[in-house]
């Protein structure tokens, strides 16, 4: 996967260039399709090198998508990126509060935190829940297999943390994160830290910074120096070796703005208020919330999402831009969504695609498909590139089994990542 941003001028001259559009994955949906996950939006989603993940959401009653009445959905799916198949991941124990929830995925275990349940707001979450994914291996001997992944069950264990507090003058205070949704996950380095969040339906949104130390479990409220960002919900915060970026995010009345980026250092515990630059045609995207956010090395990509303020009540974006963490530029890419989406997800797999799965259309459906695309700017490694030209064929010729991808002469440690679902 890329490690650095393209320059800005030859990126703008690629993205004009660009001709590539979003594919829908698994076009034909049905209402009572049990294969694929259910429409939603509201949903977490993460990728490890084999898998995308997408965790719980919110779906409101449509026939279309086959739901009875409103609910959120307590459960984990995987899409195997070598099959191009869904499956559900079996569990129990699975966190309820699964509504604008944060995950992410660590050493083949899915970590997730905070979260609502519906109604909105009344019951929210601020413990973190992991699932310990254990490799499936298909092959029964050597170049044999039996054509079925063995289905395993999963149950979902909190994770336990030092609820520690300190005393404030005379006060004393918990050092916990408080219970709320729409927070930012981040895992950097040895710690954990998770930013901003929603405390109530009506509540104004958090700027609070917390972090979790991953060797001694105990969670620290940090009280970092310079310009501190507004509160704000469903932002993306994003990374590097140092440093955490937050993007954009929501407040009661208005959208935050993508002009200026809050740069936390996780070295000195200090805010930095950063102007980004804008694109020299388009401008800066404009303020949203609960948009798509993938990230690739030093390329980050956002799609869609909420615009609103005082004058303007709700409006969904369908447009794509790229932002370089190396200069804060802001590129507009000829792509567009397929339909205005927000509450959505987005990811890049190994193999430099951009997965966006879910969301709200503007006639208030929930999405239940998948898209991809070929980001035109990235450099995955040959090997991805390579595998995913042989996943493709072998999908074609029905060979993707251990025992065909051996005679093909495949390592083992691509093998591996190949994940059918149960017949």
């Not at 045609?281 to 090395?297: E, I, M, N």
């Not at 369908?318 to 507009?332: A, I, N, R």
């Not at 450099?379 to 093909?408: F, H, Q, Y």
Request: charged fraction near 20%; aromatic fraction near 10%.
């Amino acid at each position: 996967m890329a490690t650095s941003d393209v320059s800005s001028t030859h990126l703008q001259k690629l993205s004009c260039l660009s001709t590539v559009k979003f594919k829908k994955l698994l076009p034909k949906f049905t209402p009572s399709d049990t294969y694929r996950p259910k429409g939603r939006s509201g949903h977490c989603m993460c990728a490890d090198e084999a898998n995308l993940y997408v965790f719980g959401g919110y779906s409101p009653m449509d026939e279309r998508n086959g739901v009875l009445s409103s609910r959120v959905l307590p459960e984990l799916w995987k899409f195997n990126f070598a099959s191009q198949k869904w499956s559900k991941i079996s569990s129990s124990n699975t966190p309820h509060t699964c509504a604008s929830a944060c995950i992410a995925v660590q050493h083949n275990q899915v970590f997730v935190f905070g979260g609502t349940g519906y109604p909105f707001g009344q019951s929210m979450s601020n413990t973190i829940k992991t699932l310990r994914l254990n490799q499936l291996h298909n092959l029964s001997a050597a170049g044999e297999d039996s054509g079925e992944e063995v289905k395993q069950n999963f149950r979902w264990q909190l994770l336990e943390t030092s609820a520690m507090s300190y005393s404030c003058g005379w006060e004393e205070e918990d050092v916990c994160p408080r219970p709320a949704y729409g927070q930012s996950l981040i895992f950097l380095k040895d710690s954990v830290y998770v930013f901003g969040g929603a405390i109530g339906y009506y509540s104004e949104a958090v700027s609070d910074l917390h972090k979790l130390n991953i060797h001694t479990m105990a969670w620290e409220k940090l009280r970092p120096t310079g310009k501190i960002p507004s509160g704000r919900y469903k932002q993306e915060v994003v990374k590097d070796d140092e440093r955490l970026y937050v993007l954009g995010g929501g407040r009661l009345h208005h959208a935050e703005g993508l002009d200026k980026i809050y740069i936390y250092d996780t070295t000195h515990n200090h805010w930095t208020e950063a102007l980004s630059l804008a694109d020299p045609v388009h401008g800066y995207p404009s303020p949203r919330c609960s948009f798509g956010c993938a990230q690739d090395g030093k390329n980050v990509y956002i799609s869609g999402g909420r615009h609103y303020n005082l004058t303007v009540d709700h409006k969904s974006l369908s447009d794509v831009w790229h932002l370089g963490l190396s200069t804060l530029q802001w590129t507009k890419l000829q792509m567009k969504l397929p339909k205005p989406l927000y509450f959505h997800s987005s990811e890049v797999s190994p193999a430099g695609h951009m997965y966006v799965f879910g969301g709200v259309h503007t006639d208030n459906f929930r999405a239940p498909y998948l898209y991809a695309v070929r980001l035109p700017l990235t450099l995955p490694k040959l090997s991805e590139l390579c595998w995913d030209k042989v996943c493709k064929m072998a999908r074609k010729c029905n060979i993707l089994t251990p025992s065909g991808l051996t005679e093909l002469g495949v390592p083992w440690n691509f093998i591996d990542r190949v994940q059918l679902p149960p017949l």
